[in-house]
């Protein structure tokens, strides 16, 4: 009953539940994690529905002993998370464990309460003629077994064993991959390390340049990061100007090291440039550079100090 | 924060529709939910312990009505917070 979900085992259930890889399971986890930190440092409160409320609490500092030496101390000021949980998880919770108890444990609590909730089921009841039926059904097969052939047992489980292997969950070996948008409009001509200069209309769009080019509209940052010294917001981009498309080793579902390294490091940048004109979601840049590539903070740290 | 943004913000890291991102962190919820009814802790890195605890049947004072009442046992939801949270979480307020 008390049990732990180790974090593989979490995992393993996501990726069988939803499809995915257990990397990007791992992945999704992560950035739910990191998220609901950052709402906690932003706002204080995080409310996830069908999980509950986190939010932060603020100690005083107060006076407090070692248990240890029994010497007097004061503890610090400091932040708490605080959980406060789903009214109908909660529900869910004591609803399961009600109806254990009440098999389990009748006699240490004058049951009153519990054999009327248990009476009063409108489930419980048709359960219990169900169980009944099954059990008259079972003293009578078995009866039957040992008076008539044994044949007889034989082919009563076998249908049993032919529903059995139908529910068998197939789509683990599919992997998830990011839903490529475009019909990729040939991004590589064979690594030539020049890079494509194009022109800027009237029009166009990092986002949508990048998507032309590559396939992928997040890689926008890509460009945004090779053209960064005429670019000053990555939002508003003049017709005329001319920009260097850098050419990828791989394309976009499956790109090399280097490449994965070049995204980082264009979403690195990006943090900075949004970070600095105030946008809302600046952050979620350095989260996805991070998450590309764990040494991308020890490369920028100049930068991002 | 709600759900609402913390599906908003997932997808814009993770660089996935928002209907996608909504769905399969519905299941990863389910999957803690179950989880906690059938009694386990669940662990998240970086953010810390989820888990029930039983709380047996006692009495209980009722000052409106001036008397003790029976509570039926229950069970109670906790979160422990990771101690890398718990770190993290002091740096706006500091110290007083």
Known sequence: MNGRLTFAALIDRIALETGLSKRSAHELLKEFAGTLEEGLLNDGRVRVRGLGTFSLRRLKSRPGINPQTGATLTIPAHNKVAYRPDAHLKELVNQHFRKMAGIKVPKNYSGRSMMGMFSNSKVIKPLLYAVAAVVVVVIGLMVFRSGGEPAASVSEPAPVAAAVPEPVPEPLSIPETKPAVAPQPAPKPVAPPAPRKITVKSGDNLWNLAKQHYGDPFLWVVIYEANRAKISNPDLIRPGLELAVPNLEGAPPQLTRNDVRKVADGNAQAYLSYSKVGKADAKDYLAVAKRLDSQVMERWAIQLE | ?96
């Open chain 2, 1 to 96: 924060m709600n759900t609402t943004i913390v599906v908003n913000t997932l997808a814009r890291r993770l660089h996935k529709p928002r209907k996608e991102v909504q769905e399969q962190l519905g299941s990863v919820l389910d999957i803690i939910a179950q989880a906690l009814i059938h009694g386990e802790q669940v662990y998240i890195p970086g953010l810390g312990t989820l888990g029930s605890k039983y709380r047996s049947a006692r009495k209980v004072y009722n000052p409106g009505r001036e008397k003790y009442v029976e509570m039926p046992p229950m069970k109670t939801l906790f979160f422990h917070s990771s101690r890398s949270l718990k770190e993290r979480v002091q740096q706006p307020a500091g110290d007083e």
